[in-house]
Antibody, heavy 123, light 108 residues
Framework: EVQLVESGGGLVQPGGSLRLSCEAS????????MYWVRQAPGKGLVWVSR????????IYADSVRGRFTISRDNAKNTVYLQMNSLRAEDTAVYYC????????????????WGQGTMVTVSS | EIVLTQSPGTLSLSPGERVTLSCRAS???????LAWYQQIPGRAPRLLIY???SRATGVPDRFSGSGSGTDFTLTISRLEPEDFAVYYC?????????FGPGTKVEIK
């Protein structure tokens, strides 16, 4: 079964750090670009970060650039999101998602999503 | 940055009805780069449509997408009980990969 399973969420104080993990199974992980998307309680979807297939290229939303770091370990079929200097506004469910491959071309339409992991930033 | 707006915010409909959801972009979008998702409360989003009109794997053919330029549409030909959810459009071309604010389709 093709799936993504996130872990690592929890309650953290403002200014603290957390590392999220997302383990993939059922597909060739190293062929796909991977993304993190978050959703604050009762709000919409917001793209956070992207890593390319070999981990050499990363991009970030303005709101997290300089505080979050995305990485991947293709040997472990896992993508990570290191979150530092956390703020209350980072409180959200964090989803990892797989980019589609359409005719061999990567498209940032996310065809597989994890179940999400909740991050709460509060004192 | 491409900003997406969706209308209406909420639709109250009955099973069996036809529904048309709108997504408007702040600038012209290549059709390859427009996707639609369905999200049931408490669950992860599900990709429905990519490339404006291509259905994702396993998506029923009552879902269809169309549009060009700045105006895009998701149509559900006949609402089933499991279709009551929030629908998001997304620009999936270049960063930032923005989502629209969503349209909630609720049971009337």
């Amino acid at each position: 079964e093709v799936q993504l399973v996130e872990s690592g969420g929890g309650l953290v104080q403002p200014g603290g750090s957390l590392r999220l993990s997302c383990e993939a199974s059922g597909f060739t992980f190293s062929s796909h670009w991977m993304y993190w998307v978050r959703q604050a309680p009762g709000k919409g979807l917001v793209w956070v970060s992207r890593v390319n297939s070999d981990g050499s290229g990363t991009i970030y939303a303005d709101s997290v650039r300089g505080r979050f770091t995305i990485s991947r370990d293709n040997a472990k079929n896992t993508v990570y999101l290191q979150m530092n200097s956390l703020r209350a506004e980072d409180t959200a469910v964090y989803y990892c998602a797989r980019a589609s491959l359409v005719g061999g071309v990567t498209l940032a339409a996310f065809d597989i999503w994890g179940q999400g992991t909740m991050v709460t930033v509060s004192s | 940055e491409i900003v997406l707006t969706q209308s209406p915010g909420t639709l109250s409909l009955s099973p069996g009805e036809r529904v048309t959801l709108s997504c408007r972009a702040s600038q012209s979008v290549i059709s390859t780069y427009l996707a639609w998702y369905q999200q049931i409360p408490g669950r992860a989003p599900r990709l429905l449509i990519y490339g404006t009109s291509s259905r994702a794997t396993g998506v029923p053919d009552r879902f269809s997408g169309s549009g060009s330029g700045t105006d895009f549409t998701l149509t559900i030909s006949r609402l089933e009980p499991e279709d009551f959810a929030v629908y998001y459009c997304q620009f999936c071309g270049t960063s930032p990969f923005t989502f629209g604010p969503g349209t909630k389709v609720e049971i009337k």
